[in-house]
Nanobody, 119 residues
Framework: QVQLVESGGGLVQAGGSLRLSCAASRIIFSINAMGWYRQTPGKQRELVATINEDGSIKYGDSVKGRFTISRDRAKNTVYLQMNTLKPEDTAVYYC?????????????WGQGTQVTVSS
């Protein structure tokens, strides 16, 4: 069973920075992508950033220029550096890994880590 362990969430003032980490273990299939999504109560989970196996990166529009995703392949770990945080960045952040299992692509999720940005 794939395990995703997230860390780095917390409370920060607006304009501050946080760094999230997500370590994936028990990976026996190929990784297509790793990334981060976030969710607030009553809203759908939204893309924050993903990094594909070929190194290509996609960011959500609201975080472009402020957040940076990176990956340590050797450690199967993905990071999210969040700078110039805003109160609207407050959410539960979920780590995601998309695996290639035979002909299927399957998503796995972490338990989520709370990020709270105070004004």
């Amino acid at each position: 069973q794939v395990q995703l362990v997230e860390s780095g969430g917390g409370l920060v003032q607006a304009g501050g920075s946080l760094r999230l980490s997500c370590a994936a273990s028990r990976i026996i299939f190929s990784i297509n992508a790793m990334g981060w999504y976030r969710q607030t109560p009553g809203k759908q989970r939204e893309l924050v950033a993903t990094i594909n196996e070929d190194g290509s990166i996609k960011y959500g529009d609201s975080v472009k220029g402020r957040f940076t995703i990176s990956r340590d392949r050797a450690k199967n770990t993905v990071y999210l550096q969040m700078n110039t945080l805003k109160p609207e960045d407050t959410a539960v952040y979920y780590c995601n890994v998309n695996l290639q299992i035979l002909l299927d692509r399957r998503d796995y999720w972490g338990q989520g880590t709370q990020v709270t940005v105070s004004s």
